[in-house]
C-alpha cells in the first residue's frame, strides 16, 4: 500500500482539499491518503467551511477530515509528502532525519510545473474564489500524480 500526506500550515484549507481530491482518484484498497499541518493552530478542527464548500460542490465530502499536525515520524509512516508551499517546505525538511526522509517530500504543483516549486496560495484571508482556485490547482496535481501512481 502507498501512503501519501498533503502537508499545508493549519490543516484546514489546502491539505484537506488535496487528501480529498486524491482519495477520489485513486482506490482505497492500494492507497492511504492523509493530510497535516506544520502549526498546531488547528489541531482537532474540522476544515474550514469554505474548504467543505467547494468540495462539496465537486462531489467530495471531507466535512470529517480533522487537522493535526506534522510529525517527525510521519517520515517513518508516508512514501510520499506533498507541501503546498515554500513555507511547508523548509518546515518539514527541517525536521527529516536523513536524505531518505527528505526525498520524500514534494512540492503539490512539481507534478504539473515540474521543478518550478510553485506555491499553492492559502486562501485563509481572501474570498471564496481563492478556495476555488486552489480547488482547481490541487485537481490537476491529484490528477497528475494518480496517472503516474496508477
Known amino acids: 500500500m502507498t501512503k501519501i500526506l498533503m502537508v499545508c500550515l493549519g490543516n484546514i484549507c489546502r491539505s484537506p482539499l488535496a487528501e480529498g481530491i486524491l482519495r477520489s482518484k485513486l482506490s482505497d484498497d492500494s492507497f492511504e491518503i492523509d493530510s497535516a499541518g506544520t502549526a498546531s493552530y488547528h489541531i482537532g478542527s474540522s476544515p474550514d467551511s469554505r474548504s467543505v464548500a467547494v468540495a462539496r ?4 465530502n471531507i466535512s470529517n477530515l480533522r487537522g493535526r499536525q506534522f510529525k517527525t515520524s510521519d517520515f517513518d509512516s508516508f512514501d510520499l509528502i506533498y507541501v503546498m508551499d ?63 501512481l496508477s
Do not use: H, W
Open 86 to 148: 515554500e513555507s511547508n517546505f523548509n518546515n518539514v525538511i527541517s525536521l527529516a532525519r536523513n536524505d531518505e526522509d527528505a526525498a520524500k517530500v514534494k512540492f503539490i504543483l512539481n507534478e504539473i510545473y515540474p521543478n518550478q516549486n510553485y506555491d499553492v496560495p492559502d486562501p485563509y484571508y481572501g474570498g471564496d474564489d481563492g478556495f476555488e482556485n486552489v480547488y482547481k490547482m490541487l485537481d490537476e496535481a491529484c490528477d497528475q500524480i494518480a496517472k503516474t
Open 57 to 60: 460542490k465537486y462531489g467530495l
